[in-house]
């Protein structure tokens, strides 16, 4: 039988178990995953924590309502409660502080730790990241929007990366299978019901709050990204006055899958600077 590597260790969180993952040793690094159908923090991170746990120390949980966390049958999906679950999760890990990387939905996630527990973040790095007002993009209607199939999952993951030879049959599968299994679907549908710009905007951070952060930022996007606009990092750029901007060209939303190495040597060099991932 074969083991699932999405399925890591378990820790309690408030009202339900988080699973996650935990590699690597050095100073701490909480990853924050995505929202598409069927991600886990493995499969949005496995790359990353493969390159950066040799440095790092490397932590991924699942968010509430993803992968392989365990939630109640009444909880509701929002920012403050995600949020409740960061801070339980470090707490209970007894990390007083880390480096904070968010892709996307976790972006805005890893703003809101910075924003309301600013001891507990060292520094931030947020790639394609939600978290300012824009106009929600068909990609990302289309993900939030997704119901199971085979034929769904394969178009939605079209948005996703700009070479579209890395969506083959296997990945579709697997993602599907994922985003099928019991509970899965019931706890997606909850989260972003349609009209879905108003989960943009719940997701978005106050202005001031967002200008108010002080830690070093680097924001992180692909030029081509079709489900959260490259100007939103360009925002984030303006409000976050100690931050810097790395574009990756013919690069979509998988930052981290379609300029893996790249993607990882960046992260390093900012997090830990006297560090570098060797060259293969």
């Known amino acids: 039988m074969s083991i699932n590597p999405e399925i890591g260790q378990t820790i309690r969180t408030g009202p339900f178990s988080t699973n996650y993952h935990d590699t690597g040793t050095g100073a701490?690094?909480?990853?924050?995953?995505?929202?598409?159908?069927?991600?886990?923090?493995?499969?949005?991170?496995?790359?990353?924590?493969?390159?950066?746990?040799?440095?790092?120390?490397?932590?991924?949980?699942?968010?509430?309502?993803?992968?392989?966390?365990?939630?109640?049958?009444?909880?509701?999906?929002?920012?403050?409660?995600?949020?409740?679950?960061?801070?339980?999760?470090?707490?209970?890990?007894?990390?007083?502080?880390?480096?904070?990387?968010?892709?996307s939905f976790g972006g805005s996630m890893a703003l809101a730790l910075a924003i309301t527990a600013p001891e507990r973040v060292e520094k931030v790095v947020l790639m394609g990241s939600v978290g300012v007002p824009f106009t929600l993009t068909p990609g990302l209607d289309a993900v939030w929007g997704y119901t199971p199939s085979i034929d769904n999952m394969r178009a939605i993951m079209a948005f996703f990366a700009y070479d579209q030879s890395l969506i083959g049959d296997d990945l579709v599968r697997m993602r599907f299978e994922a985003s099928a299994r019991a509970g899965v679907q019931e706890n997606y549908a909850a989260m972003f019901p349609a009209p879905r710009q108003r989960w943009v905007d719940a997701m978005s951070h106050r202005e001031a709050d967002i200008r108010a952060v002080t830690h070093k930022t680097l924001l992180v996007h692909g030029r081509d990204d079709r489900i959260i606009p490259l100007k939103s990092s360009l925002t984030l750029n303006q409000w976050i006055d100690n931050s810097e901007v790395h574009v990756f060209g013919r690069c979509g939303h998988w930052t981290q899958i379609e300029h893996a190495e790249s993607f990882a040597a960046l992260i390093l060099s900012f997090l830990e600077p006297k560090r570098e991932v060797p060259s293969h």
């Open 28 to 103: 701490p690094v909480l990853l924050i995953h995505g929202s598409g159908p069927g991600v886990s923090a493995w499969a949005n991170w496995r790359l990353t924590l493969a390159a950066l746990s040799p440095h790092l120390r490397c932590l991924a949980p699942d968010m509430a309502g993803f992968g392989y966390s365990i939630v109640p049958a009444d909880y509701h999906f929002t920012r403050q409660n995600w949020l409740a679950q960061l801070i339980a999760f470090l707490d209970a890990k007894g990390i007083e502080r880390t480096h904070v990387v968010g892709n």
